[in-house]
């Protein structure tokens, strides 16, 4: 067999509205997800082992938990696949910054394999697959480049379009537990607008303006206050005066993202500040 190297991107949540606990102690959640151009390499090649083993850029996720690893696990126990097969991960996706990095690597690994031992998943035996893995998993095996999720994550309603937007990244070597983040969070003291069907006619008809107004993440404030740095990056952008300038928190955080106009005064505070900043786009 020849090697089959994937791309793995990263995503933000452009819009994370917490709105129930569940009673598998997961919560009920709407979040629109897009893939940005921060993206991992996966490749997979033969060995003569009759075993999977990962090697990573980042040594310390060489384990037994990594999801790449128990999705490609995943694939051999259900296949019965009998060749061994190594999985190189080239990481860019900081992990813990609610980028969605360990999610995408297991929907690349489900859908390189697919392609590489030829198995003929179709999009719901992908999605089957994703859901014993993680949320955010079924967004990454979708091909779309933003989708509303609903449940726990993992039912994907694609959005139709083109539409490439850019944003700045603010990577940050803290990062926050899912978990805590989420323990932390009071759903029946919390409640917002439902922007849902307003952010979805804005997606589909490229209104960037109205898209950048709709930012939001019910879990900010908590994400926020897990992390020192974080929150004086966006105190930060917000005594800069560029009021057009629109910042949002993805996932449970700590990364966080702004969009909108004049983004090169912030890009120039932030840096002479000290931050790590990544322009991304619509992947």
Same mark, same amino acid.
């Given at each position: 067999m020849k090697s089959l190297t994937v791309v793995s991107p990263a995503k933000?949540?452009?819009? !994370?509205? @917490? $709105?129930? $606990?569940?009673?598998d102690g997961f919560h009920n959640i709407e979040t629109f997800?897009?893939?940005?151009?921060l993206v991992d390499y996966i490749t997979f090649k033969p060995n003569n &082992?009759?075993?999977?083993?990962? #090697?990573?850029?980042?040594? %310390?996720?060489?384990n037994e938990q990594n999801l790449a690893l128990k999705a490609a696990r995943l694939i051999v126990k259900k296949f019965k696949i009998k060749q061994g097969f190594d999985i190189f991960l080239k990481k860019n996706i900081p992990y813990g910054a609610g980028l969605g990095g360990a999610s995408s690597n297991a929907a690349a690994v489900i859908t390189g394999l697919n392609e590489w031992f030829d198995l003929g998943l179709n999009l719901a035996q992908k999605y089957q697959l994703g859901r014993q893995l993680g949320s955010d998993v079924n967004f990454f095996i979708s091909s779309a480049s933003f989708a509303l999720a609903r449940g726990?994550?993992?039912?994907?309603?694609t959005i139709n379009t083109d539409l490439k937007l850019k944003k700045i990244? @603010?990577? #940050?070597? %803290?990062?926050?537990?899912? #978990? !805590?983040?989420?323990? $932390?969070? $009071?759903?029946?003291?919390?409640?917002? &607008?439902?922007? @849902?069907?307003?952010?979805?006619? /804005?997606?589909?008809?490229?209104? %960037?303006?109205l898209i950048s107004s709709l930012i939001f993440n019910s879990l900010s404030n908590i994400a &926020?206050?897990?992390?020192?740095? /974080?929150?004086? /990056?966006?105190? !930060?952008?917000?005594?800069?005066?560029?009021?057009e300038v629109k910042v949002g928190v993805t996932g449970s955080g700590s990364s966080i993202f702004f969009t909108g106009q004049n983004l090169n005064k912030i890009k120039n505070l932030l840096i002479k500040e000290g931050f790590m900043l990544k322009e991304v786009y619509t992947f």
């Open positions: 933000i949540n452009i819009y !994370l509205n @917490v $709105k129930s $606990k569940r009673r997800m897009e893939k940005i151009s &082992l009759n075993r999977v083993r990962l #090697f990573c850029t980042l040594k %310390e996720l060489e726990k994550g993992d039912i994907i309603e990244l @603010v990577i #940050f070597k %803290e990062n926050n537990p899912t #978990f !805590l983040v989420y323990k $932390k969070f $009071k759903v029946r003291l919390t409640k917002y &607008l439902d922007n @849902v069907k307003l952010l979805t006619y /804005a997606l589909k008809n490229k209104d %960037e303006n &926020l206050g897990m992390s020192k740095t /974080a929150k004086r /990056a966006v105190n !930060l952008i917000i005594k800069s005066g560029c009021s």
